[in-house]
């Protein structure tokens, strides 16, 4: 429970039951400096003196810190939500109070804690669902936590990429599929959190459509030869885990998207290039100037419809239509109807930041 406003008195046992007692009881002793991740020299809290003079009147409004860790280990994709690393046990590992070295563990009740989601190292999102995010905050918080979701430099969250779609390859499967759609970096669940990005949040990126096939027979008289060719496959979009290219179509990577396969050609019939993964992937070529599109910070680019060239018969005659490209994901998504405040200190946002819906 945060102490209480300027014009109260405050005593020494309620410093000591907000932070907990230090070794000497001492007031001294709560001029602290720790460092946890990429947070270095913290105080107890905001406006304690770390030196010099100390006085009862500098703990007026002070909260207990919670530093949720985000920045141990290697990189990762999808870990468990901030608010399960709140609730673990103290010898998890999950979570540090900041005290300067006595013991003092979280409260069960988040209420009055200055709870501080530390992230500062890479980590990814899943496929499949735009609304997934690479870290949510979770719910289940308190009324009356103060919660801070703190990016550092070295920290890194990125939406998954869409998978490209499957080629049109034969006569009953002519249409290239569908894109898949990039996820999303961050995912707040709990109104007035405050987001301080020193790092790098961004969307992952929509895989690109597949190219549709074609198929035709030449005209003359009596039965003519066929001709058939497949379309290329759509490049997987930008992410982590980046999406995957299919049927020709490249993966793509975290800093950009795969390119799309190209279409196949036989004679009359040409395949449509499959569409570049987003973002920026570039569309395949078509066997006939029927390339894919490119890809974009907004979706993968488009698969082509398979095309034919010459005069063709009506008999054996199927052309597929190309895919559409997924649709991206989102920098930040954020429970409908709730507030966020952000502030972008390195310009490393990438993508919307007001999109609702968190999975």
Same mark, same amino acid.
């Given at each position: 429970?945060?102490?209480?406003?300027?014009?109260?008195?405050?005593?020494?046992?309620?410093?000591?039951?907000?932070?907990?007692?230090?070794?000497?009881?001492?007031?001294?002793?709560?001029?602290?400096?720790?460092?946890?991740?990429?947070?270095?020299?913290?105080?107890?809290?905001?406006?304690?003196?770390?030196?010099?003079?100390?006085?009862?009147?500098?703990?007026?409004?002070?909260?207990?810190?919670?530093?949720?860790?985000?920045?141990?280990?290697?990189?990762?994709?999808?870990?468990?939500?901030?608010?399960?690393?709140?609730?673990?046990?103290?010898?998890?590992?999950?979570?540090?109070?900041?005290?300067?070295?006595?013991?003092?563990?979280?409260?069960?009740?988040?209420?009055?804690?200055?709870?501080?989601?530390?992230?500062?190292?890479?980590?990814?999102?899943?496929?499949?669902?735009?609304?997934?995010?690479?870290?949510?905050?979770?719910?289940?918080?308190?009324?009356?936590?103060?919660?801070?979701?703190?990016?550092?430099?070295?920290?890194?969250?990125?939406?998954?990429?869409?998978?490209?779609?499957?080629?049109?390859?034969?006569?009953?499967?002519?249409?290239?599929?569908?894109?898949?759609?990039?996820?999303?970096?961050?995912?707040?669940?709990?109104?007035?959190?405050?987001?301080? +990005?020193? =790092?790098?949040? %961004?969307?992952?990126?929509? &895989? #690109? $459509? *597949?190219? !549709?096939?074609?198929?035709? @027979?030449?005209? /003359?008289?009596?039965?003519?030869?066929?001709?058939?060719?497949?379309?290329?496959?759509?490049?997987?979009?930008?992410?982590?885990?980046?999406?995957?290219?299919?049927?020709?179509?490249?993966?793509?990577?975290?800093?950009?998207?795969?390119?799309?396969? +190209?279409? =196949?050609?036989? %004679?009359?019939?040409?395949? &449509? #290039? $499959? *569409?570049? !993964?987003?973002?920026?992937? @570039?569309?395949? /070529?078509?066997?006939?100037?029927?390339?894919?599109?490119?890809?974009?910070?907004?979706?993968?680019?488009?698969?082509?419809?398979?095309?034919?060239?010459?005069?063709?018969?009506?008999?054996?005659?199927?052309?597929?239509?190309?895919?559409?490209?997924?649709?991206? =994901?989102?920098?930040?998504?954020?429970?409908? &109807?709730?507030?966020?405040?952000?502030?972008?200190?390195?310009?490393?946002?990438?993508?919307?930041?007001?999109?609702?819906?968190?999975?």
């Amino acid at each position: 429970m945060a102490l209480q406003a300027s014009g109260n008195p405050i005593s020494f046992s309620q410093i000591e039951t907000e932070f907990g007692q230090n070794t000497d009881r001492d007031l001294g002793e709560y001029r602290v400096s720790q460092t946890v991740g990429g947070l270095s020299n913290q105080p107890l809290d905001t406006g304690v003196p770390q030196s010099g003079a100390i006085k009862f009147s500098d703990f007026y409004t002070k909260r207990l810190n919670v530093i949720i860790d985000y920045h141990s280990g290697s990189t990762e994709n999808r870990p468990s939500v901030a608010k399960a690393r709140y609730d673990a046990g103290a010898d998890t590992g999950t979570h540090t109070v900041l005290t300067g070295g006595w013991a003092k563990t979280r409260p069960a009740n988040s209420s009055g804690t200055k709870t501080r989601i530390h992230i500062n190292k890479t980590i990814g999102s899943a496929t499949g669902n735009v609304n997934n995010c690479a870290v949510r905050t979770g719910t289940g918080w308190n009324s009356g936590t103060v919660l801070t979701i703190e990016i550092g430099s070295s920290g890194k969250l990125y939406g998954a990429g869409g998978n490209g779609g499957e080629a049109g390859t034969s006569s009953s499967d002519a249409n290239g599929e569908n894109g898949g759609v990039g996820s999303s970096g961050l995912g707040v669940q709990y109104s007035g959190t405050t987001v301080i +990005n020193n =790092g790098v949040i %961004s969307a992952g990126y929509g &895989g #690109g $459509g *597949g190219g !549709g096939y074609r198929k035709v @027979e030449r005209e /003359e008289t009596g039965p003519g030869e066929i001709f058939s060719a497949a379309g290329g496959g759509g490049g997987g979009g930008q992410g982590l885990p980046s999406g995957e290219g299919i049927d020709g179509g490249t993966d793509g990577s975290t800093s950009a998207g795969g390119n799309g396969g +190209n279409g =196949g050609e036989e %004679s009359q019939a040409h395949g &449509g #290039g $499959g *569409g570049g !993964g987003g973002s920026n992937g @570039e569309g395949g /070529e078509g066997g006939n100037s029927n390339d894919g599109t490119n890809g974009t910070s907004s979706a993968g680019g488009n698969g082509a419809d398979g095309t034919h060239t010459g005069s063709v018969e009506n008999e054996n005659n199927v052309t597929g239509e190309g895919g559409t490209g997924g649709a991206s =994901g989102a920098a930040i998504r954020r429970t409908s &109807g709730i507030t966020v405040n952000i502030t972008d200190a390195s310009s490393g946002i990438t993508g919307a930041t007001d999109a609702t819906g968190v999975a």
